[in-house]
């Protein structure tokens, strides 16, 4: 996969170019931004979540668009992460999954919710590349069990937004 590519800051990384961080309004407005995102695709993707799992697996329009929204709050995740690793001078990640270990080494979060999203980092993957073959009863399993990880970062994230904002 893919590490962090925003503002061409991987590259930089790999040419061995150091890159001053500046914290500024537009940086902070950014990042509020993908943290709104990744909320309203909690909230949608927990939504879908409200029906029975009969339902849900029968349902075409259902879980297609569940597992949507379950790649979408996982990309908003790690666009998330990203941005404040960017932000914060730290390595560049050399996978979406390691954009998880990355805030674990710097202390940001901790191991296990860094190992449980790291989780959504790979089935993000499966969503992407694998959607022809999806088990829409993983997907639900993941609306009714696996959100607070997501919930969790968020709200680590509103403390860095809350953090920055004084």
């Known amino acids: ?20 961080v500046q914290r500024t309004m537009v940086d902070q407005e950014i990042f509020s931004r993908r943290l709104g995102a990744l909320d309203a695709y909690l909230e949608r993707a927990e939504r879908l979540g409200e029906v029975n799992e009969e339902a849900f697996l029968a349902e075409p329009a259902v879980h297609d668009l569940a597992e949507r929204y379950l790649h979408l709050v996982a990309e908003a995740a790690i666009d998330v992460a990203n941005h404040w ?9 050399e996978s979406n999954r390691d954009t998880f270990s990355v805030l ?9 919710l860094a190992e449980r999203l ?3 980092a790979g ?9 022809a073959n999806v088990d829409h009863r993983v997907s639900y399993r993941a609306i009714q ?9 968020r709200d ?6 809350d953090d920055d904002a004084v």
């Open 156 to 161: 680590w994230a509103l403390g860095v937004l």
């Open 123 to 131: 089935f993000r993957n499966v969503l992407l590349h694998q959607y």
């Open 85 to 93: 690793i960017a932000e914060s001078g730290l390595r560049t990640p």
């Open 104 to 112: 674990e080494e710097a202390g940001a979060i901790d191991a296990n």
């Open 1 to 20: 996969m893919r590490g962090w590519r925003g503002c061409g800051a991987g590259k930089q990384a790999k040419r061995g170019v150091q890159r001053e």
């Open 145 to 153: 069990d696996e959100l607070g990880a997501l919930k969790e970062l």
């Open 118 to 120: 790291r989780g959504w």
